[in-house]
């Protein structure tokens, strides 16, 4: 939503240039994480997921990365472009019934 | 928005009055959610249903109850509104983790502003 952005942290990047969006996770058992995005006005969008048995999984432009000895994710945008201005969230399962806990997110403003 | 629609899109409303909101799915998944979303404290778990007549509370779950008497339909209402539960209202469906899928998707989203 349009409030959504208040008080977030800001990675501000040029057109072209990669991003890396990142995120400390709470729960050392958690085993399954999501990244999303959130266009002003919207519900999240997934992006792109990784289990904790890998450390790396990449998709088109994205690349997760999995830090389980320091409980870290990052998310990295390759030629970023102004389509990807968005908050980003991630989120870890916690518990059964596929229950995610996100974090507080980041906003990417990209600029040409 | 994956086969997903949350009613009312805005919503306005006084202290005290109760108010539903309907997610509406034409996926089949088995699980429902329901978050809050609020400056400062990303989205927040208020309840979830893990089929029809089965629901449980979430993080957030005072001031709301929930029911889910169809596969395709999960309601949240708030008996009593308070001004603290001002915010934007996101549902959300999952398959069952039997079939290797975790990720949610999510609805459009509901303002709802109490007064």
């Known amino acids: 939503g349009e409030n959504v952005g208040l008080h977030l942290p800001t990675l501000s990047v040029q057109e072209g240039d990669n991003s890396i969006i990142n995120c400390a996770y709470s729960?050392?058992?958690?085993?399954?994480f999501i990244w999303y995005k959130q266009e002003s006005g919207k519900g999240p969008q997934f992006i792109i997921d990784i289990r904790s048995n890998m450390d790396k999984r990449q998709g088109q432009r994205v690349t997760v990365l999995l830090n389980k000895t320091v409980k870290h994710l990052s998310l990295q945008i390759a030629a970023t472009q102004p389509g990807d201005s968005a908050v980003y969230f991630c989120a870890e399962i916690s518990g059964g019934y596929n229950k995610l806990i996100f974090g507080a997110g980041t906003r990417l403003a990209v600029h040409p | 928005d994956a086969g997903i629609t949350q009613s009312p899109r805005h919503k306005v409303t006084e202290t005290g009055t109760p108010v539903t909101l309907r997610c509406h799915q034409t996926e089949n998944h088995r699980y429902m959610y329901w978050y809050r979303q609020d400056p400062g404290h990303g989205l927040r778990l208020i309840h979830y249903?893990?089929?029809?007549?089965?629901?449980d509370k979430g993080e957030v779950s005072d001031g709301y109850s929930v029911s889910r008497s169809k596969t395709e339909d999960f309601l949240l209402t708030l008996e009593s509104a308070t001004s603290s539960q001002t915010s934007v209202y996101f549902c959300?469906?999952?398959?069952?983790?039997?079939?290797?899928?975790?990720?949610?998707?999510f609805g459009p989203g509901t303002r709802l502003t109490v007064t």
């Open positions: 959300a469906i999952s398959e069952s983790p039997s079939g290797g899928a975790y990720e949610q998707y």
């Open positions: 249903s893990y089929g029809v007549k089965d629901t």
């Open positions: 729960n050392s058992a958690s085993d399954y």
